[in-house]
């Protein structure tokens, strides 16, 4: 009886020191495309992306009040920049998709109510861009393609994650993705002659705000 006992305060010890560690949310940011790593007179993805929105699904696991470990499930999407305007060729659309899975490790400065933090990210990036150009000229000019590509990549954080509650926190903070180089890939043979990705590099900086749940 008196084991019974034992075990049933010892797996309710457990459940509460759980509950306290691990934490399920989301975020939105504003993410801002960069021509980090390239030259002044090289195409960047700045040239040829706007400013775009992303959201994302993330969890927090604190190996102790310094020290924590998580992950991120994300979405971002980007309209392609006035670099694409060819309006007296014709109409052209460009778009920037990314889907990003990473794990993260993060440590915090401090363990009060507002912890500062500084956090590394590492995964993958799943991208998708497409332009779509349909010519008005005499002879059809019209390209169409959506390159899609797996590439690794890391994203240093720098926030604040206050405790709102014993529960709740809220997280803030800017991340910066670096990714590995595309492959600017030239279709001499195709009727017109086209250059898939030519920025080649797709470095972006966010500013994030989210909240995290107790589980």
């Given at each position: 009886m008196r084991l019974s006992a034992i075990l049933l305060l010892f797996v309710l010890f457990i459940s509460h020191t759980v509950a306290q560690d691990y934490f399920l949310g989301g975020k939105i940011g504003y993410s801002f495309?960069?021509?980090?790593?390239?030259s002044s007179?090289?195409?960047?993805?700045?040239?040829?992306?706007?400013?775009?929105?992303?959201?994302?699904?993330?969890?927090?696991?604190?190996?102790?009040?310094?020290?924590?470990l998580g992950c991120d499930l994300g979405y971002q999407l980007q309209d392609g920049s006035d670099f694409w305007n060819v309006q007296q060729y014709g109409e052209v659309s460009a778009s920037y998709q990314t889907i990003r899975l990473l794990a993260n490790g993060t440590y915090y400065f401090s363990h009060d109510e507002v912890?500062?933090?500084?956090?590394?990210?590492?995964?993958?990036?799943?991208?998708?861009?497409?332009?779509?150009?349909?010519?008005n000229g005499l002879t059809n000019q019209s390209v169409k393609y959506t390159a899609k590509v797996w590439k690794p990549g890391v994203a240093p954080q720098l926030g604040l994650l206050v405790e709102l509650s014993k529960k709740t926190m809220l997280d803030i903070h800017v991340q910066m993705d670096i990714i590995t180089n595309m492959q600017a890939i030239y279709y001499p043979d195709a009727e017109p002659d086209y250059t898939e990705n030519p920025h080649e590099k797709q470095n972006q900086i966010s500013i994030n705000i989210g909240l995290l749940f107790g589980l």
């Open positions: 495309p960069t021509n980090i790593g390239r007179d090289e195409l960047g993805f700045k040239d040829v992306a706007e400013n775009g929105w992303q959201a994302a699904i993330m969890g927090k696991w604190f190996y102790n009040e310094r020290l924590s912890r500062p933090y500084i956090g590394l990210s590492f995964g993958a990036y799943y991208m998708m861009n497409t332009i779509d150009f349909a010519s």
